[in-house]
Nanobody
């Protein structure tokens, strides 16, 4: 069963922007609002790394490499988490994954299928 569905990836020039979305189609609203959610990314040949997280109360947490460029948000009514990415750099190129059940920067057990982001320098 697909529990998280990411979208919004693509090819962009350095300095450009993208907005990723993560929909939780099978969650009922009362369940979705209880989860802290996060975004991670994995570049070729590298480990998956933390990018950003948002708690059920809307508190946010970012990796130093994306702070002041990326913004995580959530719309509980739409059961969706967003990642607004500005001032993109070639080193941001990776597959981006949504995650449910984040604790701090540690991932929970539920992952989406990932969406590719490619930044050309």
């Amino acid at each position: 069963q697909v529990q998280l569905v990411e979208s919004g990836g693509g090819l962009v020039q350095a300095g450009g922007s993208l907005r990723l979305s993560c929909l939780s189609p099978r969650s009922i609203l009362s369940s979705f609002v209880q989860y802290d959610m996060g975004w991670y990314r994995q570049a070729p040949g590298k480990y998956r790394e933390f990018v950003a997280a948002i708690t059920r109360n809307g508190n946010t947490n970012y990796a130093d490499s994306v702070k002041d460029r990326f913004t995580i948000s959530r719309n509980n009514g739409k059961k969706t988490v967003y990642l607004q990415m500005n001032s993109l750099k070639p080193e941001d190129t990776a597959v981006y994954y949504c995650n449910r059940g984040v604790i701090g920067q540690r991932a929970g057990d539920v992952w989406g299928q990932g969406t590719q982001v490619t930044v050309q320098g």
